[in-house]
């Protein structure tokens, strides 16, 4: 059974691969497979507590089928919690098609949601599924097109405008989706707007999960200060992080609860192309949240919260450099 299986799903993409522009051919082998997922929430005006929660771990499978009658090239996606896997939290259709009115020319990704949603789970392993699938089991999600362009060996764009709405029964905001796609990497963006003023009310990023052997391990040093005054910050305690998405929680004298979160190359909508991102978080509810960062050339990083700092450095340092450079 899975040696048929797998015939079918290489069946499936060797026919879009030979009638399909090689862009798109590309893209639906680089989106194609199983992708394991951090997604961090970064605003969410309802709880802003929200952004200091755990990060939730995404299992996400995306795979040709074989759906003639809604276009040449389809993809279907399912998304589960990594724990949950047997409880798909999103099933979406998406049919790619080379958009040749826009300058430059563009892939169009239509989306397409399940009025069952549980009748067609696994669709992408089941030929008898897509055989039996028809248009009136589907519906479109309208505005929610993504427009993708190729740069270098990725693929990178996302929905335009004001278009995409949420909740659709009853719009009230406006969704700005991103996504980038390529070997090995896997990341998106999810904002949303207020129609009335614009206003950002909810952001949050997927990517990669972090891949610890190719991780660095970096030292933290913790200042407080008891005056709240920055010229009396005295060494607290050092934490070892990281730097793919490490962190490590920890208390002050006064009581509150902090955690520390280091990114680098993992971490994909910051300020810059590698970069280390320090994040300081007060886990308090409504507590605030300090994000710092610097070029990873630079090899440290630190961020500042009254009455405390914290500073971030490489635990072994580069040959060239002795321990007590790296402490200058």
């Known amino acids: 059974m899975i040696g048929r299986l797998g015939l079918a799903l290489v069946a499936v993409g060797l026919c879009a691969a030979a009638d399909s522009p090689p862009e798109m051919t590309e893209l639906v082998q680089r989106w194609s497979g199983l992708h394991d997922s951090a997604v961090q929430v970064i605003l969410d005006d309802h709880s802003p507590q929200s952004a200091a929660v755990e990060l939730t771990r995404l299992r996400t499978v995306v795979e040709p089928v074989d759906l003639p009658w809604l276009g040449q090239t389809v993809l279907y996606l399912e998304e589960t919690l990594h724990d949950v896997p047997g409880a798909p939290r999103r099933q979406v259709l998406l049919r790619l098609s080379v958009d040749s009115q826009l300058r430059p020319q563009r892939i169009r990704v239509r989306q397409y949601t399940f009025k069952e949603p549980a009748q067609w789970r696994g669709l992408f392993a089941d030929p008898q599924a897509q055989q039996a699938l028809r248009r009136a089991d589907v519906e479109t999600l309208a505005g929610c097109d993504l427009l993708l362009s190729r740069d270098g060996e990725q693929f990178h764009g996302g929905t335009l405008g004001r278009a995409c709405v949420f909740p659709p029964a009853d719009p009230q905001r406006y969704v700005d989706y991103n996504l980038q796609v390529g070997e090995g990497v ?6 949303q707007f207020r129609f009335e003023d614009d206003g950002l009310v909810q ?4 990517y990669n999960w972090p891949a610890l052997h190719l991780a660095r391990l970096y ?5 407080w200060s008891a005056s709240g005054q920055p010229a009396d910050l005295a060494p607290l305690l050092t934490l070892a992080l990281a730097d793919q998405g490490g962190r490590a929680d920890f208390s002050l004298p006064d009581g509150r609860s902090m955690r520390l979160i280091l990114h680098s190359d993992d971490w994909p909508f910051d300020a810059a192309d590698q970069a280390l991102i320090l994040i300081l978080q007060d886990l308090a509810p409504g507590g605030a949240t300090v994000r710092a960062w610097s070029p990873d050339a630079a090899r440290q990083v630190s961020a500042a919260m009254k009455p405390m700092d914290a500073r971030c450095g490489p635990s072994a340092p580069p040959a060239n450099r002795s321990p007590a450079a790296m402490r200058d």
């Open 219 to 223: 030292s933290c040093r913790i200042r």
């Open 203 to 206: 952001e949050s990023a997927g």
């Open 186 to 191: 896997y990341w998106f963006r999810i904002r």
